[in-house]
């Protein structure tokens, strides 16, 4: 590798336009007049929500656009050559040589019928830059850069035989194989838990300045951005809204959509909510807890062969919210699959409003079943895409309260209303909303059956974060004004921490700290806790570098 | 990160039929056209055709069109295009029979394995399968030479052969869209089996459903008329194509066409409907987003 000039720029795009073109060739613009510059060495964000177009400017650097999308305008010079301009075959040549690409979802990028190693060499070697010895030994090199366990034997390692944190790194390492002057890296630790993710962060970071190679960071969320980028491209329907150096946009943004942002990012509160007092019943005594889970175990497989809860307690009440927080495998939705009936335990029980609740949920009788609600995480498969919203909405009312069509047809008007949508929107299909307007749909759909608990599993996580911010205020609004409680899961502590007034935190089954808010935020915390809560990133750009805590470095 | 899906009216069609009319071509619509012709065919054949189906109006076998017997005689000396008429009205409803009833059994049945799963799952798909694994032309010839030949005989025999075959789509459509966490919305909500399948589950599997069907029948009307060849589908005098390609299968040795007018009958229906499925599949396809 040739040492570069400081200042060279490696990336110059100008004037960028893709637009999605149709059967009649009529074109809808996605992403308009993009100009930006990277030097060597540096690394630009691109930072908005969904359908924003980052990834289709990243991807137009490659050359590349979409299946019914085409780069109408605007130059893409990688050095002194434009992509753009260059014939496919040209293209090919510089992929994954000069410019290469870090897919999102690494689990989905890799082909699991082959070793690892042999997809991280395989475009160097097909390329003829290295020979299969060669490509292996360098390998071998990025694997112990990107600290991976057993750097000699990895490779000879299967895509599931490891982590999501550990695939999305060997993603990287395939990246670095030709030594590319660019890396886009396309929303990379967007689907890891958060200690995975500052690992990966890391691991990032380091091989970057190591390598002096120039990147692309496509993300939603500023505080991850800011641990890694040096100058920040802020987008919103496919345009720039703000482009600046990342100090100058976090201290000082200047357009609105750029301190939503802020607001929003999964960063700690500086305050705790306010705590609210238990709730008392009639004589005045303190109210007994809505739902009682109560040692209970569960597993898959036949007669709970795999066990995904140990022993789990914990009590919710009548208008609060209960987080449960745990990484992925964590027990979390199993949990909510408990409760809500989906899964038998194998010991144990949950009770609500002190009756016994039967753990299968055709035992359950319909008032039991109306008074447990789920709304599911991803709301785009959780809405079956056939049915228009009014059905959706209408089902549970017909189900749970035997309502003539007429009553129905109001009460879907007003659920909506209720999750501050249009009530035009009953006549759409799910596919006709945004990801952010059918979560509310979810949670209408989960209202619908006046419920006394809604279980939410995971419901922001597929959010962007201004989208999520907003669903989370939509939440507290209905819980102040239905008196409904949340059984609320989620892998993010920081929103936990917004939005619960008693906290359970689940590690491998088992809940490890549970107590009410202040008291799980108190110190000392349980390792666990302190781990997670050490993996929420400050809104600042040194707090990855200051992170001296050795759980994260020798991993 | 999705891409932003642009609001283009005809992208995202608001009615599926409307949808559909929109992305008409020269090919779905001579077919429409032809099995149209066939549908009319088939309601009011005793309307149209000029002879009855059995009457023999000449003694000559295999007579020249002319002006009383259209496509000439057979080799009874009874009008060919009457026949014709008559005998594409049995194959046809028969055979549309025959797909309908495999429909609601492979349908029902494909739907209930997949979402019962486990020993129930097993029991049925294993039967399908031991069915599934004997020709189906054997099976066919064993149970209608043991109990008779006659329409309904015909008709269940068929029907249960064709089964098996929907049931295998219909359960590999079924196993996909009972994972979805929409079902699993369902299932929390305390719906019973049969909301399920009807309400949730059908409506996602109806593209590929319908296409099936169409290869169903096509199958159906080959089926029947190799039945009917080897003398054990519809019995004379009535008519059929199958039946009406055997009896004048010696018709080829004298020069005449009398045995291909069915023949040609049975090879423009099969392919209209093939073709048309083939269009339909490939337009729903197209209009589905990919994220579904």
């Not at chain 1, 919103?236 to 100058?248: C, L, Y």
């Not at chain 2, 009615?15 to 071509?25: A, D, E, R, V």
């Not at chain 2, 009008?79 to 049995?90: H, P």
Request: charged content about 20%; glycine content about 6%; proline content about 4%.
């Amino acid at each position: 590798m040739t040492e570069r000039d400081a200042n060279e720029t490696v990336l110059q795009v100008n004037g960028l336009c893709v637009s999605a073109q149709n059967r009649k060739r009529q074109l809808t613009p996605i992403v308009t007049d993009i100009n930006f510059s990277i030097a060597a060495g540096k690394v630009t964000a691109l930072i908005g929500e969904s359908g924003s177009g980052k990834t289709t400017i990243s991807l137009a650097c490659l050359g590349f656009a979409r299946a019914g999308c085409v780069i109408n305008a605007g130059e893409v010079k990688l050095g002194s050559v434009d992509v753009l301009t260059l014939s496919n075959a040209q293209r090919r040549a510089i992929r994954g040589k000069d410019i290469a690409y870090i897919a999102q979802s690494a689990a989905a990028a890799f082909n699991s019928a082959l070793t690892l190693n042999r997809q991280v060499t395989e475009t160097a070697v097909i390329n003829g830059i290295l020979t299969q010895t060669q490509a292996n030994e360098k390998a071998i090199s990025l694997y112990r850069e990107l600290d991976l366990p057993e750097p000699e034997t990895i490779g000879d390692r299967y895509p599931h035989q490891v982590s999501g944190g550990q695939l999305q790194r060997l993603m990287a390492a395939l990246a670095m194989m030709c030594d590319p002057r660019l890396l886009i890296l396309d929303e990379p630790t967007t689907a890891l838990d958060v200690t995975t993710q500052i690992e990966v962060l890391l691991s990032f970071k380091k091989l970057i300045r190591n390598k002096n190679t120039s990147a692309i960071y496509v993300s939603h969320d500023l505080a991850v951005v800011a641990q890694i980028a040096d100058e920040v491209l802020v987008l919103k329907e496919g345009r720039e809204v703000e482009f600046g150096s990342i100090d100058n946009i976090i201290s000082n943004p200047q357009h609105e959509y750029t301190k939503e942002l802020i607001n929003a990012a999964h960063v700690m509160p500086e305050q705790l909510p306010e705590s609210r007092s238990p709730l008392v019943d009639g004589d005045g005594l303190d109210a007994l807890p809505l739902l009682i889970v109560k040692t209970v175990t569960a597993g898959y497989g036949r007669s709970h062969k795999y066990l995904a809860l140990h022993d789990v307690s914990l009590e919710a009440y009548a208008s609060r919210t209960i987080g449960v927080i745990g990484e992925s495998g964590s027990g979390k939705t199993t949990l909510g699959r408990v409760i809500s009936g989906l899964m038998q335990v194998k010991t144990g029980s949950v009770a609500l409003s002190g009756q016994p609740l039967d753990d299968a949920i055709n035992l359950r009788d319909r008032e039991q079943l109306r008074s447990i609600q789920f709304a599911f995480q991803m709301a785009d498969v959780a809405l079956n895409p056939r049915h228009r919203i009014a059905k959706i909405l209408g089902r549970p009312l017909a189900f749970y309260f035997d309502l003539p069509q007429q009553a129905i047809d109001k009460r879907v008007a007003e659920l909506l209303d209720l999750v501050e949508l249009p009530a035009e929107y009953a006549q759409r299909l799910p596919r006709e909303l945004s990801g952010g307007e059918k979560q509310r749909v979810n949670l209408a759909r989960a209202l619908a059956a006046e419920p006394k608990l809604i279980i939410c599993d995971e419901i922001t996580s597929a959010l962007d974060t201004v989208v999520a911010k907003s669903i989370l205020a939509l939440l507290r609004d209905l819980q102040n004004r239905l008196g409904v409680s949340y059984l609320f899961i989620s892998h993010d502590i920081s929103t936990i921490i917004k939005m619960a007034d008693t906290i359970a935190v689940m590690r491998k089954g088992r809940v490890v700290e549970y107590g009410t808010t202040p008291e799980v935020m108190t110190p000392p915390h349980h390792e666990y806790t302190q781990l997670l809560l050490n993996s929420v990133p400050a809104m600042r750009t040194d707090w990855l570098d200051n992170l001296q805590d050795n759980t994260f470095s020798n991993q | 990160m999705k891409t932003a899906v642009p609001k283009v009216d005809n992208a995202l069609p608001a009615s599926g039929f409307k949808y559909l009319l929109s992305q008409l071509t020269l090919t779905p619509i001579l077919c429409l056209l032809v099995l149209t012709g066939v549908l009319i065919v088939v309601l009011f054949a005793p309307l149209l055709a000029p002879h009855p189906e059995a009457a023999i109006l000449t003694d000559e076998s295999f007579s020249l069109p002319d002006d009383t017997m259209l496509l000439g005689s057979d080799f009874l000396g009874r009008d060919v295009l009457s026949r014709l008429l008559f005998g594409a009205r049995v194959t046809l409803s028969v055979a549309f029979a025959i797909a309908i009833v495999a429909f609601i059994l492979g349908c029902s049945l494909g739907f209930f394995a997949a979402v019962k799963r486990g020993w129930v799952d097993s029991v049925l798909s294993r039967s399908v399968d031991a069915l599934i694994s004997f020709p189906a032309i054997m099976v066919a010839l064993i149970v209608i030479s043991s109990l008779g030949s006659s329409i309904t005989v015909l008709i269940v025999t068929i029907a249960l052969i064709d089964a098996t075959r929907v049931y295998r789509v219909a359960r590999a459509l079924g196993m996909d869209i009972v994972v979805q966490d929409y079902i699993e919305a369902a299932r929390v909500r305390g719906e019973k089996m049969g909301w399920i399948i009807w309400h949730e589950m059908l409506p996602n599997a109806l593209a590929p459903l319908a296409a099936e069907f169409g290869i169903r029948f096509t199958y159906a009307i080959l089926f029947i008329s190799a039945l009917s060849f080897l003398g054990l589908g519809v019995q004379a005098p009535q008519a059929d194509l199958g039946v009406m390609v055997k009896e004048n299968m010696q018709g080829l040795l004298y020069e005449t066409y009398t045995p291909l007018y069915p023949a040609v009958c049975i090879a423009i229906v099969t392919l209209s409907v093939n073709l048309l499925v083939d269009w339909f599949l490939k337009t729903t396809d197209a209009a589905l987003p990919d994220e579904l």
